[in-house]
T-cell receptor, first 110, second 112 residues
């Protein structure tokens, strides 16, 4: 079973920051937080992952709380093309398995 | 561009008629995965290959088989498709176990 909880849907205005929360209160010390997204009719796309420290790349920022029980994915300037289902996944780095939860459907509107 | 390619994007087969879905990759990754995604659900891992080593998920039905003849190609065989097997089938790769996975755009399978 997925070990994360996400809101089922969120809206965001184009150009504004989209902040997607994820709860993972049972995360273990060796588990990473991964984020993927799935745009309609496409395969999932890797966004970012982290263990303890905040991470940033060209797509997004990942903020992990100090106790690691929750995290937030930030899309700094959402565009219409960011409309997708966003999945937060916890995963032991040495394992192969991605267990997808139900995700958050982000709708970016003009 | 290096990528994961799944052909065809749409596949129709008859109830009980064997069908094979294909996946190729130009990333030279060691690991290849097959996921099943039913309508309005999240992807679910069926099995994966690490190089030539096959790893089946415990709840994957026996009806589903896979072949990996070389690094670049991986096939999903459904021996006797039932109506419940209609789904999107996603192929993914990763350089090694534990790394980010790169997905193809899937093959949507319909059963008549």
């Amino acid at each position: 079973d997925a070990k994360t909880t996400q809101p089922p849907s969120m809206d965001c205005a184009e150009g504004r920051a989209a902040n997607l929360p994820c709860n993972h209160s049972t995360i273990s010390g060796n588990e990473y937080v991964y984020w993927y997204r799935q745009i309609h009719s496409q395969g999932p796309q890797y966004i970012i992952h982290g263990l303890k420290n905040n991470e940033t790349n060209e797509m997004a920022s990942l903020i992990i709380t100090e106790d690691r029980k929750s995290s937030t994915l930030i899309l700094p300037h959402a565009t219409l093309r960011d409309t997708a289902v966003y999945y937060c996944i916890v995963r032991v780095e040495s394992t192969d398995k991605l267990i997808f939860g139900t995700g958050t459907r982000l709708q970016v509107f003009p | 561009d290096a990528m994961v390619i799944q052909n065809p994007r749409y596949q129709v087969t008859q109830f009980g008629k064997p069908v094979t879905l294909s996946c190729s990759q130009t990333l030279n990754h060691n690991v290849m995965y097959w996921y099943q995604q039913k309508s309005s659900q999240a992807p679910k891992l069926l099995f994966h290959y690490y190089d030539k080593d096959f790893n089946n998920e415990a709840d994957t039905p026996d009806n589903f088989q896979s072949r990996r003849p070389n690094t670049s190609f991986c096939f999903l065989d459904i021996r006797s498709p039932g109506l419940g097997d209609a789904a999107m089938y996603l192929c993914a790769t990763s350089r090694d176990v534990g790394g980010p996975q790169h997905f193809g755009d899937g093959t949507r399978l319909s059963i008549l």
